[in-house]
């Protein structure tokens, strides 16, 4: 593809999601990829085997995947390449580029949890962040669960969107799929509990290695969305550099801390999950108070750092 065509792709896969969304369906290219990683797990796992087995059936896992998801990309372009017509390829390849993102379904998300909160209807709206979190959310506050809504939005900024765009820009279609399937896993897979501590270990770590770039870059480009929106930018800048190394997670911290910054709000603190407490390292300073309005910022922060990106990565790929 030419750097037009590329950036003509991409442009069109956001399009293509604003308009559309992202379908529920047992044929959405991620469902397979779940799908895949579940069949590959059943196939892998097994609780008796020793820590180091684990972790190298866990490696043999990713491996495996990663190479489907890329051959499978690679015969869709392959196959879209056939007609040999340049429209039909870029249509091709940003139908298949926007299963790979998912602006609109994470603005979505986070309208109905705020509308859930202006209404009053706390019940609903505990009950709907449950869904975006892991955290428990049975006895969230107002601010936690705007907290909660924020820093799903903030963080998935770079997973959800800049990263596979980035991706793609990088490698094409095929390498976007890749990382889509890597960051699945490591949603499947990729936690410190007792069953997955080693078999998943390959997975998290490459879940941060493919998103430690792309989550610094977004961060940067927030402090760019806040100055353009209005918000305190500088702010932005002096949390991002001074709490993005608090976040549990090596490349998390880099968006919530920016946002938390631009908004002039806290992000982090107590959390429970399966009853038992476990507090995050606070990140921001608590200007204001949490409030449903900060949901509706941090998602125009999300669709402002969204185009940023793709007008940037245009340019920069048009000239190398």
């Known amino acids: 593809m030419t750097a037009i065509d590329t950036a003509m792709t991409a442009a069109l896969a956001f399009a293509i999601d604003c308009l559309i969304g992202d379908p529920r369906s047992n044929l959405h290219p991620v469902v397979i990829i779940g799908k895949l990683i579940s069949l590959a797990e059943k196939a892998l796992y097994n609780e008796h085997d020793s820590d180091k087995r684990k972790f190298f059936n866990g490696l043999v896992l990713m491996l495996f995947v990663l190479s489907v998801c890329w051959l499978a990309a690679m015969a869709a372009v392959e196959l879209l390449s056939m007609a040999q017509n340049r429209y039909l390829l870029i249509a091709g390849e940003a139908l298949f580029l926007k ?18 909160l202006i209404s009053g209807d706390l019940g609903k709206a505990r009950f709907k962040v449950g869904w975006i979190v892991g955290r428990d959310t049975d006895n969230l506050s107002v601010g936690d669960v705007t907290r909660a809504t924020v820093e799903t ?51 998290a770590r490459a879940d941060d290695a493919w998103n430690y770039l792309p989550a610094r870059l977004t961060g940067v480009m927030l402090v760019m969305a806040a100055a353009a929106l209005g918000h305190d930018f500088k702010s932005a800048w002096r949390i991002m550099r001074r709490d993005a190394g608090k976040h549990p997670s090596p490349n998390g911290g880099y968006t919530e801390s920016t946002v938390a910054g631009a908004l002039g709000i ?49 340019v920069v790929r048009f000239y190398i």
Do not use: C, W
């Open 99 to 116: 299963f790979m993102i998912s602006p609109r379904s994470l603005a979505e998300a986070g309208r109905e949890i705020r509308d859930y």
């Open 153 to 203: 939005i903030s963080e998935n900024t770079v997973d959800g969107i800049i990263s596979p765009l980035f991706f793609f820009f990088v490698g094409g279609l095929p390498l976007a799929v890749a990382y889509r399937a890597a960051n699945t896993m490591d949603s499947m897979i990729g936690y410190k509990n007792d069953k997955y501590m080693f078999f998943g270990r390959a997975a």
């Open 266 to 314: 806290r992000l982090g603190g107590l959390n429970y999950y399966f009853g038992k407490p476990s507090f995050r390292t606070y990140m921001g300073d608590p200007v204001k108070e949490l409030a449903p309005i900060h949901i509706t910022q941090s998602i125009r922060l999300m669709y402002a750092v969204t185009v940023m990106f793709l007008a940037a990565a245009s």
